[in-house]
C-alpha cells in the first residue's frame, strides 16, 4: 500500500518508521510479552519510555537544566487555561499578542481569572502580519506575555523572539515547535499540543522555567497545578502512556535525523517549494501573508478563481494528496508541511499546483 502525502494540519502526519516501529511492537514491546500500552505506568518498562522521551526531547530542543518539561494529558487549549491559573494572582494583568486565531482562543480560556490586556492585535489588518514590536503597549506589571510562535490556521510565524522586559515570555509552539533551533531560555514558558511535530493528539509538552513554579497563581485544584505534575515527573495520576511513547519514538526519529537544525533546513526547503510556486503563478494561487513572517508550517492560499476550491481538493486528493482544504475560518486551501512531511511531499504538492494551473488556468 503507498502511503499518500498527507498535508493536515493536526493530526496531522508522523513519520513512516515511527508508525511501523509502533506496529512492530504493539503486540509485545521489547519481549516483555504485553504491549507497552497495557503495562502499568509506575512500572520499570513505561518509567523507562517515559524518562527516555523526556531525556531525548531535552536534547533535541536544547532545554536547559533550570526547565522542568511536563508531558500532561489534554491539548493545548487546556494548557491556555492553566497559565492563567498557574502563574496569574486573581485579576493580575496577563499580557496577550494576538496573531491570529489561537491568540484569540488563548484569551478567551483565561478571561475568568485574569485581566486581559491585547498588547497588540494583528486582527484589524486580517492577521497577514505581525505588529511590529516598537507598536506593543506591554503593561507594566503583567503576570506574563503570551504569544503564539506560529498561527497555524492565519500562517503567521514569529520568525524572531521578541524581547519584552521583566514579565516571562509564554508561547504557544504548537504548531512549530521543534521545526527549527529556538533558545528557550528567552521563554518563561513553552507549550504545544503534541499532534502537529512531537506525535499523536493527548498528550502536550509544557517546558517552563522552576523558579516560576513558585507563584502562588490562584484557587485551584492540584491536578491543575503545574508544580506538582513537576514533583511527580508527570505522573500525578495515570498520564496518557500511549502518547508518551508515541511521542518518545517520535522525538528519537527526530534526534536520529539531525536534530532540529537539520529540521529546519528541511522546512525552509519546503516552504521556499510552495511560496515559491505560488509567487510564480502569476496570481492563480495567492499568498497574503507578509513575506518576512510567513509561517514555514502552514501555508494558507487561495485560487484566483475560488469557485475552482473544491475542485482543487478532490483532484490532489484522488492525486495521493490529503487534506489540503483551508480552515473553515479563512477558506481557500492550506499546506502544512510539518518535520514529518519529508521535501519530496512538498515537491509533490507544486507539481500538482503545476499541472492544476495548466489545465485550469
Ligand atoms: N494552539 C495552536 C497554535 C494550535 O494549532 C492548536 C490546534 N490546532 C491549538 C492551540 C489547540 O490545540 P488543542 O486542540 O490540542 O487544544
Known amino acids: 500500500m503507498a502511503r499518500a502525502y498527507n498535508f493536515s494540519a493536526g493530526p496531522a502526519t508522523l513519520p513512516e518508521p515511527v508508525l511501523r516501529q509502533a506496529q512492530a511492537e504493539m503486540l509485545d514491546w521489547n519481549g516483555v510479552g504485553a504491549s507497552i500500552v497495557e503495562l502499568s505506568h509506575r512500572g520499570a518498562e513505561f518509567m523507562d519510555v517515559a ?35 498557574n502563574f496569574a494572582a486573581p485579576g493580575q494583568v496577563a499580557d496577550y499578542v494576538v496573531t491570529g486565531h489561537w491568540g484569540r482562543t488563548a484569551i478567551r480560556q483565561v478571561e475568568p481569572y485574569v485581566r486581559v490586556h491585547v498588547a497588540a492585535d494583528g486582527g484589524p489588518g486580517g492577521f497577514r502580519d505581525i505588529p511590529p514590536r516598537d507598536t506593543w503597549s506591554l503593561s507594566a506589571d503583567a503576570a506574563y506575555v503570551h504569544i503564539t510562535a506560529n498561527e497555524t490556521i492565519h500562517g503567521v510565524e514569529f520568525r524572531d523572539t521578541p524581547e519584552v ?28 499540543g503534541a499532534q502537529k511535530n512531537l506525535g499523536p493528539v493527548g498528550i502536550s509538552v509544557v517546558i517552563v522555567r522552576r523558579e516560576l513554579l513558585q507563584r502562588e497563581g490562584q484557587p485551584r485544584a492540584d491536578i491543575f497545578t503545574y508544580a506538582s505534575h513537576a514533583a511527580r515527573d508527570s505522573m500525578l495520576n495515570t498520564p496518557p502512556t500511549w502518547n508518551w511513547y508515541l511521542l518518545g519514538l517520535t522525538v528519537k526519529w527526530m534526534l536520529d535525523e539531525g536534530g532540529v537544525e537539520e529540521f529546519a533546513r528541511r522546512n525552509a526547503a519546503k516552504a521556499g517549494l510552495v511560496y515559491g510556486a505560488i509567487d510564480a503563478s502569476g496570481g492563480f ?40 482544504k483551508g480552515h473553515k475560518a479563512v477558506g481557500g ?11 519530496a511531499g512538498a515537491q509533490a504538492l507544486v507539481d500538482f499546483m503545476h499541472d492544476f494551473q495548466q489545465r485550469h488556468g
Open 51 to 85: 524518562a527516555q522521551a523526556e531525556a531525548d526531547l531535552r536534547r533535541l530542543l536544547s532545554v536547559p537544566d533550570d526547565y522542568a518539561v511536563l508531558f500532561l494529558a489534554g491539548g493545548a487549549t487546556t494548557q491556555q487555561a492553566l497559565l492563567a491559573l
Open 165 to 192: 522586559g521583566a514579565a516571562p515570555l509564554f508561547a504557544d509552539f504548537s504548531s512549530s515547535i521543534a521545526s527549527e533551533p529556538v533558545d528557550v531560555s528567552r521563554y518563561g514558558l513553552i507549550y504545544a
Open 285 to 324: 494561487y495567492r499568498n497574503e501573508v507578509a513575506p518576512a513572517v510567513r509561517s514555514r508550517m502552514n501555508i494558507p492560499f487561495f485560487l484566483s478563481d475560488e469557485t475552482l476550491t473544491a475542485r482543487f481538493v478532490a483532484e490532489s486528493k484522488a492525486a495521493g494528496l490529503l487534506a489540503l
Open 333 to 343: 486551501l492550506r499546506a502544512s508541511l510539518y518535520n514529518a512531511m519529508p521535501v
